[in-house]
């Protein structure tokens, strides 16, 4: 409980704060451990400048240069967070580490509007038109531009790939959208995926009932913006609610982290301080919104502009579902029942959609949170070092591990 306390406090801080300040980075933080470390700028088609960090190799298997190419395996974070999720839990468990010294090419992508990714050629933040996005546009911009880029500075044809909690509505929203990049992917992990969200059951249910549904005020912004020009395919969301230092940002930019459970007792508490002092790390009302909306509707649609806006953007009234028949590629998912943010029920909904599910994995703990994917302590010998297996199994045969 003290802990979730001194979690609001950060948060209400931080959204008062004009700029977030990491005092620790990311490659800071890998560099004290004497691992390499790169930062990549990468242009999306809509002109946001993203910031990449990789760790080319592990100091641990330096023999392994000595063969061919690092196999790339390309990690991305869920909302409000970083590529500081997947290095907080050390060289011995966080992933980052754990897949370079298993003798891979480690990519981290971090999101528009996350701490790392603050740039457009044209807009600051600290204008409204920045923030106009949802996670729809985190999968059909940020996500082709960082696989195009990676790809193209390693000179390979196709990586690995892991995405928790809204890395993988990315994944699911990217595949649909463009289906294209199906053949980028050599194997694909769907850490606690978020897709469909009807049947959340933490708080987050509780705001979306009390907040989107009966509140006379957010309902109004939401009607106002069937009346916004739509210029851009990103532009959505009224300004007022995109502000930055409003409102409904802190709520977008915090509570889904707390609520996603850092009462888990698999947690190392030690890693607080280092947990709270990156987090929240920033996104979009937008995303907030978006996933309100499909927990109010249970589709796994896009964004709904309103009847009016939505007839005119999408010719239809209601907003067209994600084709996931599109995504063909072969998709591994891995579920625990006690992630309230990913609930078992809503998991299996999307995976009885998906056209190639290769493995559904039932992490074999009962208390396994959505949080616990990147920051248990056990997270190595549970899930990560079954990812390394597969990943490997891909390499030394070019199948699919069954
Ligand atoms: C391994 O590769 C990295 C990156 O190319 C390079 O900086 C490093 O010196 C290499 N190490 C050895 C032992 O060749
Ligand atoms: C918990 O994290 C601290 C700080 O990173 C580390 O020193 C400690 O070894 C970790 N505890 C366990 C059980 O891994
Ligand atoms: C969805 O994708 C499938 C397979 O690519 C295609 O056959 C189908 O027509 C698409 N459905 C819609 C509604 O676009």
Redesign the pocket.
Do not use: E, I
């Given at each position: 409980m003290y802990f979730i306390l001194l979690i609001i406090l950060q948060i209400i801080t931080t959204s008062i704060a004009e700029e977030p300040n990491i005092l620790i980075s990311t490659p800071q933080r890998i560099a004290s451990f004497n691992y390499p470390v790169e930062s990549h700028e990468v242009k999306t088609a809509d002109n946001y400048l993203l910031t990449m960090f990789r760790i080319p190799y592990s100091p641990k298997n330096l023999h392994l240069n000595d063969s061919k190419p690092r196999p790339v395996f390309l990690i991305q974070h869920g909302m409000s967070t970083s590529t500081d999720s997947f290095i907080l839990n050390?060289p011995?468990?966080a992933l980052a580490y754990v897949l370079a010294d298993a003798g891979y090419d480690v990519w981290m992508g971090n999101h528009r509007g996350n701490v790392y990714s603050r740039k457009h050629i044209k807009l600051s933040p600290d204008e409204s038109d920045f923030w106009k996005f949802s996670w729809h546009e985190l999968g059909i911009f940020d996500m082709p531009a960082m696989i195009d880029y990676v790809l193209g500075k390693t000179n390979q044809d196709q990586l690995h790939f892991i995405g928790h909690s809204q890395g993988a509505t990315v994944f699911f929203v990217l595949l649909s959208e463009l289906p294209k990049y199906n053949a980028k992917f050599k194997t694909s992990f769907m850490l606690a995926p978020i897709a469909f969200v009807g049947h959340i059951k933490s708080p987050i249910g509780f705001i979306a009932s009390s907040v989107l549904h009966q509140s006379p005020i957010l309902s109004h912004l939401l009607e106002g913006l069937e009346f916004l020009p739509m210029i851009e395919p990103v532009s959505m969301l009224g300004s007022e609610l995109c502000a930055v230092g409003s409102w409904f940002q802190w709520v977008c930019a915090g509570l889904l982290f707390i609520l996603g459970g850092w009462d888990s007792e698999h947690l190392?508490y030690?890693?607080l301080p280092?947990a709270i002092e990156t987090h929240p790390a920033g996104c979009s009302t937008g995303q907030a919104i978006h996933y309100l909306q499909e927990h109010k509707s249970g589709y796994f649609r896009k964004f709904d502009h309103g009847k009016q806006n939505n007839l005119r953007f999408y010719g239809q009234i209601t907003p067209p579902d994600y084709n996931i028949s599109n995504i063909i590629t072969p998709v591994r998912v891995y579920y625990s029942d006690n992630d309230k943010m990913a609930p078992v029920v809503d998991v299996k909904k999307i995976e009885k959609l998906l056209p190639n599910l290769v493995e559904s994995y039932n992490v074999p703990v009962k208390t396994w949170t959505h949080v616990d994917f990147v920051f248990a302590?056990e997270v190595k010998e549970l899930i990560y070092d079954k990812i390394i297996e597969t990943a490997n199994y891909y390499e030394k045969t070019g199948q699919q591990l069954k």
């Open positions: 050390g011995d468990n190392n030690t890693l280092q302590l």
